[in-house]
């Protein structure tokens, strides 16, 4: 089956800077990369998702950028804000239409 | 966008007992659904994918049995907890989807067994 994994498991910001989460999976027919954010006690709510045919996506200060050769994908986060601060999952959609997530990290944003 | 409810929010039960969680898509139909488990400070862990009208696929590990899911309907799916125990303790979050890619979640159920 598919296996994500998700770097840094928690990242500290000052406000204002940029924050940067990793995730590689291993399954190379995985085809829809989301993004969620989740903050405690709540339900994963996706931000921003990018399909296999497309290298980088960008909505607003968000931004992911998938290398399918390297199997890794990445969510950039410009001018951090403290309401930025939650956990957030990177998830890999593979050809059986299942969906597995990474282990999440946790971004704190200091004000 | 679309919505997805699910109820009881929250279940306090005695162990042994069994407790039903129901998994609601309010505005489309959905033919697939996700059942996820998460524990605190922990990832949401695949349980099983239900397809309406046609039995759940369990992960690896998931004991059918004791998880025992039934997708009645494309708005519908419920998940039921068999002789529930202390470590079935959990926040239990189910998912639809209406078309290929996306999913929904709903707002998840916390299940505690005494």
């Known amino acids: 089956g598919e296996n994500v994994e998700q770097h840094p498991s928690t990242l500290s910001v000052q406000e204002g800077d940029s924050a940067v989460i990793k995730c590689t999976y291993s399954d190379s027919a995985s085809n829809y990369f989301p993004w969620y954010k989740q903050e405690l006690g709540k339900r994963p709510q996706l931000i921003i998702d990018i399909r296999s045919n497309v290298g980088e996506k960008k909505d607003q200060r968000i931004a992911v950028t998938l290398n399918k050769t390297a199997k890794h994908f990445s969510l950039h986060i410009t001018e951090t804000q403290p309401e930025d601060s939650a956990v957030y999952f990177c998830a890999a959609l593979n050809n059986f239409n299942k969906f597995y997530f990474g282990s999440g990290t946790k971004l704190n944003v200091k004000p | ?114």
Request: proline share 4%; aromatic share 12%.
């Open chain 2, 1 to 114: 966008g679309a919505v997805v409810s699910q109820h009881p929010s929250w279940v306090i039960c005695k162990s042994g007992t069994s407790v039903k969680i129901e998994c609601r898509s309010l505005d489309f139909q959905a033919t697939t659904m996700f059942w996820y488990r998460q524990f605190p400070k922990q990832s949401l862990m695949l349980m099983a994918t239900s397809n309406e009208g046609s039995k759940a696929t369990y992960e690896q590990g998931v004991e059918k049995d004791k998880f025992l899911i039934n997708h009645a309907s494309l708005t519908l799916s419920t998940l039921t907890v068999t002789s529930a125990h202390p470590e079935d303790s959990s926040f239990y979050i189910c998912s639809a989807r209406d078309r290929v890619y996306e999913q929904y979640f709903g707002p998840g159920t916390r299940l505690t067994v005494t």
